[in-house]
């Protein structure tokens, strides 16, 4: 095959990332929300590998010594790319040792990562990316060597000086598939237009910690990042750049599936380190918290659409003051209590709960944001917002200052 080709515009890097999703789609798998998980590990594993054969020679240049996160067999380099040597050598073996060393020795070591002595903090990203995948769910070796091959020719280098973002964007594309009505991913996925609305509105600075409590597939703090890198300009320190995509963005997300995706999509972004709790925000259950060492107590920005008609039980109500059923109810607690004083917040909320006055947890949840923030401004967006998502329900957008009472409510305008 030859080399990578330079993909220098949005349109070359939607129809690479198209081509990939054409192939996988005819192998075996259903629909976007089967293939986009698979085809995160494996393009995060690509990316990874291309960054860190930069980041060795730039440490040579420099005589520092560079610790890779992956050694061979289980680089990109050596099992996925063409002419890799445990590629050719299982390719030229007997028919089935390539996806045999892929779902027996590939999946399980990189799962693993997590738990090696002194596992860095990207070898712990890596588990977690692939800890969703048992085993490739492709139907061939021979399109799965496809895929691989296709997703070679993308390049850090080959996307343009824009580094990531025109592939970030594509990535992006396919989780909007996955947030069509009929594929089911619609729980997890908030349009990108309001999300954008939002971050502008609520205006993070680099030096803040941004945290979504239900993080879905990472778009708000994706899209948080955006905007905090452009804000940087060109005069950005090499301080600035280490905080930002180090220190930064926090947030938990339950969903088995959707976890790693959004690690994924962060780290494609350009955050190097998630820091993303794997778990029940709401009962505190934690499936995995080894990513979220270290988070603060409370942040200085939140950005959060919690999840629309969602239930919880008793166990997840006893970690509240005002207990209910209603997701969206404890999640509005939860979000003001881990706000700093002075912290912002942008929140999208069904509009029944600023509403309904026939349970007493949603009057004395509305009354806590009264009191304990200042409410300055809501937005209440036109019927159908989130229809192409699969819900059909009416919305409003919450911004509010922790540091309340607020005076006047329903008063104040929202700056444009």
């Known amino acids: 095959?030859?080399?990578?080709?330079?993909?220098?515009?949005?349109?070359?890097?939607?129809?690479?990332?198209?081509?990939?999703?054409?192939?996988?789609?005819?192998?075996?798998?259903?629909?976007?929300?089967?293939?986009?998980?698979?085809?995160?590990?494996?393009?995060?594993?690509?990316?990874?590998?291309?960054?860190?054969?930069?980041?060795?020679?730039?440490?040579?240049?420099?005589?520092?010594?560079?610790?890779?996160?992956?050694?061979?067999?289980?680089?990109?380099?050596?099992?996925?790319?063409?002419?890799?040597?445990?590629?050719?050598?299982?390719?030229?073996?007997?028919?089935?040792?390539?996806?045999?060393?892929?779902n027996g020795a590939l999946l399980p070591h990189l799962r693993g990562l997590r738990d090696a002595p002194g596992a860095s903090a990207r070898q712990r990203v890596i588990s977690q990316v692939v800890s969703a995948i048992d085993k490739v769910a492709v139907d061939t070796e021979k399109n799965l060597l496809d895929i691989l091959d296709r997703v070679h020719e993308i390049r850090v280098e080959a996307v343009d000086q824009t580094h990531l973002f025109m592939l970030s964007q594509a990535y992006e594309g396919l989780l909007l598939k996955m947030g069509e009505k009929n594929n089911d991913g619609g729980q997890f996925f908030t349009p990108r237009e309001v999300i954008r609305a939002m971050v502008r509105v609520i205006d993070p600075r680099v030096g803040e910690t941004v945290y979504d409590p239900g993080c879905g597939t990472g778009g708000f703090l994706a899209q948080a990042f955006d905007h905090m890198r452009a804000g940087l300009g060109d005069g950005a320190t090499a301080e600035q750049l280490r905080v930002l995509r180090e220190e930064t963005f926090w947030g938990r997300e339950k969903a088995d599936l959707i976890y790693p995706i959004a690690l994924a999509n962060l780290v494609l972004h350009g955050i190097d380190h998630p820091h993303i709790w794997h778990g029940n925000t709401l009962t505190q259950q934690e499936v995995y918290g080894g990513l979220f060492a270290g988070a603060p107590d409370q942040f200085d920005v939140e950005l959060m659409n919690p999840p629309f008609g969602g239930k919880e039980g008793r166990e997840a109500q006893t970690k509240f003051a005002y207990k209910t059923s209603a997701t969206q109810v404890l999640f509005l607690q939860h979000v003001i209590d881990a706000l700093k004083p002075g912290g912002r917040c942008g929140m999208v909320i069904d509009e029944g709960v600023l509403f309904r006055t026939t349970e007493s947890a949603f009057v004395q949840t509305k009354r806590k944001l009264l009191d304990e923030t200042d409410l300055w401004c809501i937005v209440s967006l036109p019927p159908g917002v989130f229809s192409s998502a699969g819900a059909g329900v009416k919305t409003n957008l919450l911004f509010f200052t922790k540091g309340g009472p607020t005076e006047r409510p329903g008063t104040s305008t929202c700056p444009t």
Do not use: C, H
């Open 1 to 102: 095959m030859n080399g990578p080709r330079r993909l220098a515009s949005p349109s070359s890097v939607n129809a690479a990332i198209k081509q990939i999703a054409d192939v996988m789609r005819r192998a075996n798998y259903a629909g976007a929300l089967q293939y986009v998980p698979e085809l995160s590990w494996i393009l995060f594993l690509r990316i990874l590998d291309e960054r860190e054969e930069i980041e060795a020679e730039e440490a040579a240049a420099l005589g520092i010594r560079f610790a890779p996160s992956l050694e061979a067999p289980f680089r990109w380099r050596d099992w996925a790319a063409p002419g890799g040597a445990k590629r050719t050598e299982l390719t030229d073996a007997a028919m089935g040792a390539y996806l045999a060393f892929v």
